[in-house]
């Protein structure tokens, strides 16, 4: 008779034995967001993604006629890894900059810092031309 209970203590055992190398595989199979590269190529690919992506409904353009520095702020720092530094800068046709204050993380770039220009055109009645300048690194 107490080999019997003892049986069940041990298929419970086994099961959460069972149970714990199921989450584990699962955990080791998920792949971690990549890390940003301090290449050149690479950070201007990602800087050209973020701007276009950004871009590609009118969004951004919308963004700046409204002058919403905050949401322009959290849609590019939503769009980049973790582990990358960012300081955007936007300018009218004339290269007068139009932020008032700096749009960056806080974080702290590396040695190596790239910088991509991109003009955006505005969707409204009025024909406005920005330049956007991004600048990415990597966290240090």
């Known amino acids: 008779m107490r ?11 086994i099961e959460a034995f069972f149970a714990a190398v199921l989450l584990m595989s699962c955990l080791a199979l998920i792949p971690s967001q990549p890390a940003l590269s301090t290449s050149s190529s690479n950070l201007s690919s990602t800087a050209n993604n973020i701007l276009l992506s950004l871009d590609s409904d009118g969004q951004l353009a919308t963004l700046i006629d409204n002058r919403d520095w905050a949401a322009l702020k959290s849609s590019v720092q939503s769009a980049l890894p973790l582990t990358a530094w960012f300081n955007l800068t936007v300018f ?20 190596t810092v790239f910088s991509q220009d991109y003009v955006c055109v505005s969707q409204s009645c009025n024909f406005t031309v920005y330049v956007l300048r991004l600048q990415l690194s990597t966290v240090t």
């Open 92 to 111: 009218d046709a004339n290269m007068t900059c139009l932020n008032e204050y700096p749009i960056s993380n806080a974080g702290v770039g590396s040695g």
């Open 3 to 13: 080999l019997q209970k003892d049986k069940r203590g041990i298929s419970h055992v």
